[in-house]
C-alpha cells in the first residue's frame, strides 16, 4: 500500500526547460516536505507545507517553487533547470512538526523522482 | 548550525553477525531528535529507529538498537543477526525540537551497508 507516491520515478529534461514533480500522499498529514539528493550525498531539505503554509529553507535557490494545491498533492516546479539540478528528488510527509499537534511524527518518504538533465 | 557525520562511507558484516554503525552530530541545543533511515537500492527511505534527547534510555527496536551518548553527541546504530535484507544505505538524521523549524532533517552522508551471505 503506497502511501506517498512519486510521479514519474524517473524523469528527463533539457537545459532550461521546465519541469514538474509531483507527489501524492494517502495518509492525510498536514506537512508535506522536498528533499533534494545528490549523487552519493546526503538528502538536503529545500521546502516544506505545513498545511498551506509554505517554508522555503534559506539557501533553497529562487529557480525551485513548490505548490499544495490540497492536501493530497504536493508539486516541485524547477523554472529552468540547469545540469546541477540533476538529482533524486524525495517527496516526505509527517502528520504534524515537533511541537505541534501530536508532536514529532516520524516522515514517511515516497520512492523519488531521480530527474536527469540533457 | 547543526552537522551530522558519519565517518564510516561502507562497511560490510557477515549474515547473522553484528555490526555498529557510528554517528556523531554537532548542535548547541539541548532538546532535539536522531533518526536512524535506512534506503535500500532504489527503494524508499523507511525509519529504522529514533531517540529523543531528552530521554536517557537507549531506543531498540527488534534487531535494532541505538547507543546514545548525549554528552559525546555520538548516536551509533547496532544491527543484531544481520540479515540479508538489511543492505542498504543507512543515514543518521538530527531534527531540532520545536515547530518552527518545520521537522527539517538533517542528514549525515550515510554508510552503505553490505551484508554478505
Known amino acids: 500500500d503506497a502511501m506517498v507516491i512519486q510521479n514519474p520515478r524517473y524523469q528527463v529534461t533539457q537545459f532550461g526547460k521546465p519541469v514538474t514533480l509531483s507527489c501524492s500522499q494517502t495518509?492525510?498529514?498536514?506537512?508535506m516536505y522536498w528533499y533534494q539528493q545528490k549523487s552519493s550525498q546526503a538528502p538536503k531539505l529545500l521546502f516544506h507545507?505545513?498545511?498551506?503554509?509554505?517554508?522555503n529553507e534559506a539557501d533553497t535557490p529562487d529557480n525551485f517553487q513548490s505548490r499544495r494545491p490540497n492536501t493530497s498533492f504536493c508539486f516541485l516546479d524547477i523554472r529552468s533547470p540547469g545540469l546541477g539540478d540533476a538529482a533524486m528528488y524525495l517527496c516526505?510527509?509527517?502528520?504534524?512538526?515537533?511541537?505541534?499537534?501530536?508532536?514529532?511524527?516520524?516522515?514517511?518518504f515516497g520512492d523519488g523522482t531521480r530527474l536527469s538533465i540533457l | 548550525a547543526q552537522t551530522v557525520t558519519q565517518s564510516q562511507p561502507e562497511m560490510s558484516v557477515q549474515e547473522a553477525e553484528t555490526v555498529t554503525l557510528s554517528c556523531t552530530y554537532d548542535?548547541?541545543?539541548?532538546?532535539?531528535?536522531l533518526f536512524w533511515y535506512k534506503q535500500p537500492p532504489s527503494r524508499q527511505m523507511i525509519l529504522v529507529i529514533r531517540?529523543?534527547?531528552?530521554?536517557?534510555q537507549n531506543a531498540t527496536e527488534n534487531r535494532f538498537s541505538v547507543n546514545f551518548q548525549k554528552a559525546a553527541k555520538s548516536f551509533s546504530l547496532k544491527i543484531s543477526d544481520s540479515q540479508l535484507g538489511d543492505t542498504a544505505m543507512y543515514f543518521c538524521?538530527?531534527?531540532?525540537?520545536?515547530?518552527?523549524?518545520?521537522?527539517?532533517?538533517?542528514f549525515g552522508q550515510g554508510t552503505e551497508l553490505s551484508v554478505k551471505p
Open positions: 516526505a510527509t509527517s502528520r504534524d512538526r515537533p511541537g505541534q499537534g501530536r508532536g514529532n511524527q516520524p516522515q514517511h
Open positions: 495518509l492525510n498529514h498536514n506537512v
Open positions: 507545507y505545513y498545511d498551506k503554509d509554505f517554508n
Open positions: 548542535t548547541s541545543e539541548n532538546n532535539y531528535y
Open positions: 531517540q529523543e534527547a531528552y530521554k536517557q
Open positions: 538524521a538530527f531534527m531540532k525540537h520545536g515547530f518552527n523549524q518545520g521537522g527539517k532533517l538533517i
